[in-house]
C-alpha cells in the first residue's frame, strides 16, 4: 500500500483517528492536504500549503511524516508550538498509529541552563542585587533536579529576567568540548539525543542558525534528515534574513568585556591588567553608542553612504576605530594567557570574531544587500540580504544531493542519494492573497513548488461579522487613536471586556492603551491590559481567564507579536480591533530597500509590496477572532481607507468571508447578539 493510501485510510470515516477521538469529524481538507504531503514525501521536491484555520495542517504533516518512515525535521516559528507538538501531539498520534519512534526537542541555546555559565553567575556584580541572587538560587535549586535543562519548566520565570542571560551561553562564549561541564551539559546532551532521534522538532531560528554556521565552518548541528517541514512557514523569509547577514552591536563589545575581566581575574590575576582592558573594551562600545546621542527612541537609521544617516563620518569611523583598537589590545593579552584555560581560547576567538565583523562594517557594502543602524538600549549594526531565495535555491534547495563521506552536497548530512530527493513542507495559514501565493514563495525561492490552497471548514457568515466605522478620524490625523479608544472603551463596557485591539506602531499601542486605562482606572469595570507592562505569557492567561472567579473582564492592547500565535477559542476573545491598515513602515531601511530593488525592475512597489504586505498581515491579525466552529465575534478595522480606497477591495477579498456590517445600528445588534448567545462554555451548549 502506497503512503497516499496508508493516509487516507487514517483520516477518513471510521479510520484510526475517529476510533481514537470522539470529537474527530473527518475534514475533505485535511484529508487533501494530509495526501498531498504524502505525495512529496514519498516524491521529494517541495509542496507550498496554505491551509486557512480550523483545518487541522498539524496532523495533516504529522500522520504522513510518521507512517513514512523518514527521519523528518520539523521547524516552528515558536517555542510555544514546539512544546505543544513534542508533548501534546505527536506522543498521542505516535501512541495511536503505533509507531515505535523517537522522538527529540532540541532548541537554541538560550533556552537551556548553561552549568558553568551558572558558577559563574554567582561572582558576577549582577547577582549582587537581592532580586536577581533570589532568581538565581531558584534557577541552582531546580538544575539539581531537571533532566533536560530547559528553562521553560521553570514556573516563574520572567523571560525578561536578566538572570537568563547570566545562566545561559551563547555560540560566542559556549566553550565546547573544552567545558569543564561538557560530560553534563544540557546542550549537548539536546544534541546527541537529536542525532538519535527519528522526529527532530526545533524553531526557525535554530534552522537558520545553523545554516549559517554550517557556511563558517562549523560543526553539524542537525540530524540526518530527508524529510523537512517548516509549519507557521509564513515567517521563515524575516528569520532567516536576520541569521544569513552580519551582525555587530555594542551590547556583544559589553558582553565580550565583561567575559575577559570575569575570565582574567579568575584564572591569571596579576598577568595582565584585566580591569584596564576590560574598561577600555567597553568605554569603546559607549563611545561608539554615544556617536547616536541625537537619536531618541528605538530607531532605524539608513547606512547607504560613508556612515549611517545623521552621524557625521569622522566621529563615526572614529568609534569603530576605537573598538577595534580596544579588542586587539585585548588580544594581545589573550595570546599571552591561552594556554592555561579554555576561556582564554574562545575570548580571543570572540575578539577575532569581533574584528572581523568591525572591518567589514568599516568598508563599504555589498550592492546586494541593505546596511542599516538599529538604535535602542544599545547600538546594533546590521547587514541583511533582502530575502532568503538565493539562499534557499542554492544552499538548501538547489543543492546536489550526491553524498560525501555521508554528507549532502550542501553541507547536510544525506541519506537520499539512493532514493527520492529530499522533501521540503512549507505550511501556514497565511502565505499570500494570490493563488501562487507569491507574497510567500517569491522571497522564499520557491517558484516551482507545487501549491496547495486548503479553505478553512469555518462558517465565517455565521460566526463572523466585520464592521468598518465610518466616523473615525483618517488614520494620519493625530485625532485617530484617541478616537479609536473612545469607540473601544463603549464597546468593550458593554461586552464587558473579551477585546483585543491590534496596533500597527508602539505609538498607537501606547495612546490607546493610556487611554482606555485611564478610562477603566477609578471604576475598575474592565482590566486593561496592555503589551511590555507584563511578560507576554502572563498577559495571555489573564486575558484567557477573562472574568472568570471575581475578575473583571480584560481588554488587551497590543503589538507586534500579538498580530498571530495568540490562540483565545471560546468566549473569552469576541472583538477584535485593528487600528489601520497595516502597511510596511516606509522609514524602514529592510523596506526602502525591497521597494527600490521593485522600481529598478520597472515594478510598481506599492502593488507588488506593500499591498500584498497588509493584506497578509491584515489576515493574520484576523485569524485571531475565529479559532473553533463554536466561536463568534466581530471583526472592527478602524481604518476607512479600507471601504473607500480602491485597493481596499484586494484587501477585503484576503479576509474570511465575514457579513459585512454597513451601519453602527448593524454594529450594536451583532454586539447584542453576542452578549446573549449561550455561553460555549456552559456544559449544556452544544
Known sequence: MSLVDMVAEVFAAGGVLERAEAHFQPREGQTQMACAVARTIEAGGALVVEAGTGVGKTFSYLVPALLSGERVLLSTATKALQ??????????????????????????????????????????????????????????????????????????????????????????????????????????????????????????????????????????????????????????????????????????????????????????RGLADWVGLSRRVELSAQDLRLVARTVTGATKLRWADDAPEGFPAEHWHGALRGVALACAQAQEALDTVSEIAPDFVRLYERGSELLARLARFSGPSDPEVVRWVDVGTQLRLVESPLDIADAMRTRLLGAPAEASEGAGGDGWPDDSSAGPGRAWIFTSATLGDDERLSWFTERAGLQEAQ????????????????????????????????????????????????????????????????????????????????????????????????????????????SATFWEGFDVP???????????????PPGDPLVEARTQRIEKAGGKAFKAYALPEAAVALKQGAGRLIRRESDRGILVVGDTRLVTMGYGKRLLAALPPMRRLESEEAFEEALQALLTRPSTTDPTCP
Open 83 to 268: 512544546d505543544q507538538l513534542f508533548a501534546r501531539d505527536l506522543p498521542w498520534l505516535v501512541e495511536t498509529l503505533g509507531m515505535p519512534v523517537r522522538m527529540a526537542l532540541l532548541k537554541g541555546r538560550s533556552s537551556y541552563l548553561c552549568l558553568y555559565r551558572m558558577e559563574l553567575a554567582r561572582q558576577d556584580a549582577q547577582a549582587q542585587d537581592r532580586g536577581v541572587a533570589r532568581v538565581l538560587a531558584k534557577v541552582e535549586d531546580w538544575s539539581h533536579h531537571t533532566q533536560s535543562g530547559d528553562l521553560a519548566e521553570l514556573t516563574g520565570l520572567d523571560d525578561r529576567s536578566p538572570v537568563i542571560p547570566l545562566v545561559t551561553s551563547t555560540r560566542e562564549n559556549c566553550l565546547g568540548s573544552q567545558c569543564p561541564q561538557f560530560r553534563p551539559c544540557h546542550v549537548h546532551r539536546a544534541r546527541r539525543e537529536a542525532l538519535a532521534a527519528d522526529i527532530v522538532v526545533i524553531n526557525h531560528h535554530l534552522f537558520f542558525a545553523d545554516v549559517a554556521v554550517r557556511e563558517s565552518g562549523m560543526a553539524e548541528l542537525l540530524p540526518t534528515v530527508r524529510v523537512v517541514v517548516f509549519d507557521e512557514a509564513h515567517q521563515i523569509n524575516e528569520t532567516g534574513v536576520q541569521f544569513l547577514g552580519t551582525q555587530l552591536s555594542t551590547g556583544q563589545v559589553t558582553d565580550f568585556s565583561r567575559d575577559l575581566l570575569a575570565a582574567g581575574l579568575q584564572h591569571a
Open 570 to 584: 471560546g468566549d473569552a476573545l469576541q472583538l477584535v480591533v485593528i487600528d489601520k491598515l497595516p502597511f510596511p
Open 451 to 558: 501549491i496547495l490552497r486548503v479553505a478553512s471548514p469555518f462558517d465565517y457568515p455565521a460566526q463572523a461579522a466585520l464592521y468598518v466605522p465610518r466616523h473615525l478620524p483618517s488614520p494620519a490625523d493625530p485625532a485617530h487613536s484617541p478616537a479609536l479608544a473612545q469607540w473601544v472603551g463603549q464597546a468593550a463596557e458593554r461586552l464587558g471586556g473579551r477585546t483585543l485591539v491590534l496596533t500597527t506602531t508602539l505609538k498607537a499601542l501606547r495612546a490607546v492603551g493610556d487611554a482606555l486605562q485611564k478610562r477603566f482606572v477609578s471604576s475598575g469595570a474592565l482590566e486593561v491590559l496592555v503589551q511590555g507592562e507584563w511578560p507576554k505569557r502572563r498577559l495571555m492567561e489573564r486575558f484567557r481567564e477573562g472574568a472568570d472567579h471575581g475578575q473583571p473582564g480584560c481588554v488587551l492592547v497590543a
